[in-house]
């Protein structure tokens, strides 16, 4: 019996693999077509639809996947992404990384001050009746 190397999978056919019936996910450099997993995904279908055309391997190991949850993927198996496609999925987040922090910044810095003028605002009042 001889044995196949694994297939190449190119970001042109990964990113074709986007919708919730032909569903792939990147973790840790390999394929896997999680389209038949969707809606047993105890996390919901939203979880893996929204790691569409990602590499989803941070996403994956921050939750904390269990040993049996790990055990599923060799039966999603596709095959490991092309090499070149690595390095633009690795830019890919980080740009997305960049843009979110950016939006995020100017929000919560006013935010915070919001909360802050008012309770300043307030004991001003308070100090301002008291005397009078």
Same mark, same amino acid.
Request: glycine share 6%; no cysteine.
């Given at each position: ?23 792939? %996910? @990147? *973790?840790?450099?390999?394929?896997? +077509? ?10 919901? =279908? /939203? %979880? @893996? *639809?929204?790691?569409?055309?990602? +590499? ?10 269990? =040993? /049996? ?64």
């Amino acid at each position: 019996m001889a044995s196949s190397s694994p297939k190449t999978v190119t970001l042109e056919q990964f990113k074709e693999h986007t919708q919730r019936k032909n569903l792939y %996910v @990147l *973790l840790s450099g390999k394929v896997y +077509d999680v389209s038949k997993f969707i809606d047993e995904h105890p996390g919901g =279908d /939203e %979880v @893996l *639809l929204a790691q569409a055309g990602q +590499d989803a391997t941070d996403s994956f190991e921050d939750v904390g996947h269990s =040993d /049996e949850a790990r055990e599923f993927l060799p039966d999603f198996y596709v095959g490991d992404i092309d090499e070149a496609a690595v390095g633009v999925l690795k830019k890919e987040v980080k740009a997305a990384a960049q843009s979110l922090q950016t939006a995020i910044d100017p929000g919560s810095n006013f935010t915070f001050l919001i909360p802050v003028a008012l309770l300043g605002a307030y004991f001003a009042w308070r100090y301002y009746s008291a005397s009078a």
